[in-house]
């Protein structure tokens, strides 16, 4: 089967850097993607990982390393607005119609 | 553009009552779609998926169902509602092929009282 680990939760105080790692187990892979999710709202896309190394969004990077079956969200300039749930996931490796999600790391930003 | 609706926003139901949950998708054509259940707090637990019209897949067993009665619109239901059935129900879409970014409906907050 497929699983994702990550820390259910994450302090950090405003301006500073975060990281959020993740690692999985999966008999294939096709990816890593990263999802924030506001109180009350609905999960956002933030980013994918297909190969190797950082890929830079603005504040937001994420990394992947395939041969130690890990990555993580690198969140900087940390913003109030910031606090949220943030989910990595992968696609399942039986046809990549279904998207398998960690169980969330909840940040909190701290003025 | 690709918008996702969902409705009602929120609903509360007495235990033993039906439910039907309604999406719809706009701006694409054959999308995957997926319903998903949230726990206060927790992850995101994939109930059904469906590649085509017609064409459901359930993932846990449960006294929900979905049915896909046309391309862009998915539909959950249930002939009896459990206290257990209570959490948040979010509707998504992704691409066919090769895509993997899941798109997400706004949600449904069901309290099952």
């Known amino acids: 089967g497929q699983s994702l680990e990550q820390p259910s939760e994450v302090t950090a105080v405003e301006g500073a850097i975060v990281q959020i790692n993740c690692t999985y187990q999966?008999?294939?892979?096709?990816?890593l993607s990263w999802y924030q999710q506001h109180d009350g709202g609905a999960p956002t896309f933030l980013s994918y990982?297909?190969?190797?190394g950082l890929e830079e969004t603005g504040r937001f990077s994420s990394f992947l390393s395939r041969s130690d079956s890990y990555g993580y969200l690198l969140l900087q300039e940390l913003q109030m607005k910031d606090s949220a749930s943030y989910f990595c996931?992968?696609?399942?490796?039986?046809?990549?119609?279904?998207?398998?999600f960690g169980a969330g790391t909840r940040l909190f930003v701290k003025a | 553009s690709q918008t996702i609706h969902q409705w009602p926003a929120t609903l509360v139901q007495p235990v033993g009552s039906p439910l039907s949950l309604e999406c719809t998708v706009e701006?694409?054509?054959?999308?995957?779609l997926y319903w998903y259940r949230q726990a206060a707090g927790r992850g995101l637990q994939l109930l059904f998926y469906s590649v085509g019209i017609g064409q459901i897949s359930s993932e846990v067993p449960q006294n929900l169902s979905a049915s896909r009665p046309q391309d862009r619109q998915f539909i959950l239901s249930s002939k009896k509602l459990l206290l257990s059935d209570s959490g948040f129900y979010l509707c998504?879409?992704?691409?066919?092929?090769?895509?993997?970014?899941?798109?997400f409906g706004p949600g449904t907050r069901l309290t099952v009282t």
């Open positions: 999966t008999s294939g892979f096709y990816g």
């Open positions: 996931a992968v696609r399942d490796t039986t046809g990549g119609f279904k998207t398998i």
């Open positions: 990982n297909a190969l190797d």
């Open positions: 701006g694409t054509s054959n999308p995957n």
């Open positions: 998504a879409w992704k691409g066919q092929g090769s895509s993997y970014e899941q798109y």
